[in-house]
């Protein structure tokens, strides 16, 4: 949307994860060569003008590497480590969607409630945007930025109701439920539903149950305020292809719902893990939210969203991912 994207970023390949303590991650097994896939992402990396990577692959709950390449900051050449700590962009909003489906599960809201039952500061022509529609980015909420229109100061710090009526002041793109559009714009709207239906700031809320009981100690809220220890610096690429310190964002707007998270390679190891039990959601709920709603007509949609994820298909296999892309 509006935040720039650090260059030093993570990988994290799983079929099924497992978790770690405080010690380094095991050394990969000599059971099969590795050069390959060093010679890739260093190739990538030159290509790209990637600084640091930090990367997992992981099997049946066993890693099979875990390894980082190049440095967290250009200035200082700190290498990375499984330890550096990374912006994650839209991979946050799989956690936004988490919250709300706990809320969900406590009865505290319910994902056909319209938006305004919560946000009553949207006009009545967005009546129809469901949180549910919201979450697989069919509510037609349009984006704050795109290549023709840019509707955000990055330098002003937002109040939650500026962002609102910000937000609620653009026309749908569509009827809600009628057809697929990624929107930011609506996950910033969800964590201030979250904020007033939990009673506090949504990363709050992440950090009592999410974080701390994953033991994810290392992802938590953006902040350029805060020492982070083994903070990755983010870049911005020009189209020659330098490489420049990210541009300055007010604090309002790194902490929106869209993505605003710091975290690790050896964190998301972590949360991985918790996606195959049932230590945050129940599994049949976890089901639920990697499977695709049809559009109110029962046509599939032309992107695949569920809550937080997407569902595609990659060599005949099922493949429940996301990435920051959009």
Do not use: C
């Not at 956690?95 to 809201?109: I, N, Q, R, S, Y």
């Not at 190891?269 to 976890?286: C, E, V």
């Not at 639920?288 to 005949?316: K, V």
């Amino acid at each position: 949307m509006y935040r720039t994207s650090a260059f030093a970023v993570f990988l994290l390949l799983a079929s099924h994860a497992t978790t770690w303590g405080g010690s380094p991650p095991p050394a990969p097994s000599r059971a099969y060569s590795t050069a390959a896939v060093d010679r890739y992402l260093q190739t990538e990396m030159r290509r790209q003008h990637i600084p640091g990577i930090s990367l997992a692959v992981v099997k049946n709950g066993k890693p099979l590497y875990v390894k980082s390449y190049g440095v967290a900051t250009l200035e200082l050449k700190v290498p990375t480590t499984p330890q550096t700590v990374y912006q994650i962009g839209s991979i946050g909003k799989q956690f936004t969607a988490v919250a709300v489906m706990m809320l969900a599960g406590e009865h505290k809201l319910d994902l056909d409630d319209p938006l305004s039952k919560y946000l009553p500061e949207v006009p009545p022509g967005w009546g129809k945007v469901t949180l549910r529609l919201m979450l697989n980015h069919q509510a037609g909420i349009p984006q704050f930025t795109t290549p023709d229109r840019q509707l955000l100061d990055l330098v002003h710090d937002y109040t939650d109701l500026e962002l609102i009526q910000l937000a609620s002041g653009q026309p749908l793109d569509f009827e809600p439920g009628t057809d697929v559009s990624y929107s930011d714009t609506g996950y910033v709207l969800l964590g201030f539903v979250i904020n007033r239906v939990a009673g506090m700031f949504y990363g709050d809320f992440l950090q009592q149950r999410v974080f701390e009981p994953l033991g994810m100690r290392q992802t938590r809220i953006i902040s350029d305020r805060d020492i982070v220890p083994n903070r990755a610096s983010g870049y911005e690429k020009a189209e020659s292809g330098a490489l420049y310190n990210q541009t300055y964002v007010s604090p309002a707007l790194n902490r929106t719902a869209d993505g605003s998270l710091y975290s690790t390679v050896l964190d998301l190891i972590k949360w991985d893990r918790a996606l195959y039990g049932d230590a945050l959601l129940p599994r049949t709920t976890l089901d639920r939210m990697w499977r695709i709603d049809p559009h109110r007509n029962g046509q599939r949609p032309l992107y695949h969203f569920g809550y937080g994820w997407e569902n595609n298909r990659l060599r005949d296999q099922r493949l429940v991912e996301y990435g920051d892309r959009y």
